[in-house]
């Protein structure tokens, strides 16, 4: 059994900042990719960033240069640093992780979400 908790989400006047952060816990042999991702209201799910587990990172094109993704590896841990943030940017914001169990399972996990809002 695997799990994702988030946390960090909240609300924030627009210019200012959040730290988002995800634990992954449980029967984890190794973990590959991390990442995040958001769903505005009424808008398909959509990638944020990722970052490999030698710390490789791919940003979306609206977040580049304001958003920072970072893991911890020893802590099975990833980061969302959000700065300035956005009307854009309200969401919620998923995190996932690409997580082996054994030699011979991988497969993906996605946390339970959290909000993000922007105040103008």
């Known amino acids: 059994q695997v799990q994702l908790v988030e946390s960090g989400g909240g609300l924030v006047q627009g210019g200012g900042s959040l730290r988002l952060s995800c634990a992954a816990s449980?029967?984890?042999?190794?973990?590959?990719?991390m990442g995040w991702y958001r769903q505005a209201p009424g808008k398909q799910r959509e990638l944020v960033a990722t970052?490999?587990?030698?710390?490789?990172?791919n940003y979306a094109d609206s977040v580049r240069g304001r958003f920072t993704i970072s893991r911890d590896n020893a802590k099975n841990t990833v980061y969302l640093q959000m700065n300035r943030l956005k009307l854009e940017d309200i969401a919620i914001y998923y995190c996932?992780?690409?997580?082996?169990?054994?030699?011979?399972?991988?497969?993906?996990?996605w946390g339970q979400g959290t909000q993000v809002t922007v105040s103008s």
């Open positions: 449980g029967n984890i042999f190794s973990i590959n990719a």
């Open positions: 996932y992780a690409n997580i082996r169990t054994s030699v011979l399972v991988l497969r993906d996990y």
């Open positions: 970052i490999t587990s030698s710390g490789n990172t």
